[in-house]
């Protein structure tokens, strides 16, 4: 089974940059994508970010042209570079396989790791 852990997060103020790393190990299976989601303070978890096996990439609209998903084939990881942050960024960010269809995306059943925590100060 997958596994994937999530690090990188930290505190910044307003305008900062962070970059998180999710390191996959372990049997893709059927999934073809990594995306990163994003739950802030009493709210549901968000998809913030997807990659695909082929490099095809989609972000939310709230974090387009501020986050950047990328990904090191070599060392099994995906990156979410954020900057510009903003305080409505502050949250836990959660990486989890998943498919991407006809432009839908949807997470892979099981469990979801323990997330990196990101503050962003004003």
């Known amino acids: 089974q997958v596994q994937l852990v999530e690090s990188g997060g930290g505190w910044v103020q307003a305008g900062g940059s962070l970059r998180l790393s999710c390191t996959v190990s372990g049997r893709m299976s059927s999934s073809n994508a990594v995306g990163w989601y994003h739950q802030g303070p009493g709210k549901q978890r968000e998809l913030v970010a997807m990659?695909?096996?082929?490099?095809?990439?989609n972000y939310a609209t709230y974090v387009k042209d501020r986050f950047t998903i990328s990904e090191d084939s070599a060392k099994s990881t995906v990156y979410l570079l954020m900057t510009s942050l903003k305080p409505e960024d502050t949250g836990v960010y959660y990486c989890?396989?998943?498919?991407?269809?006809?432009?839908?995306?949807?997470?892979?059943?099981?469990?979801w790791g323990q997330g990196t925590q990101v503050t962003v100060s004003s």
């Open positions: 989890k396989t998943g498919t991407f269809y006809y432009g839908d995306y949807a997470a892979d059943f099981g469990a």
């Open positions: 990659i695909t096996r082929d490099g095809l990439t």
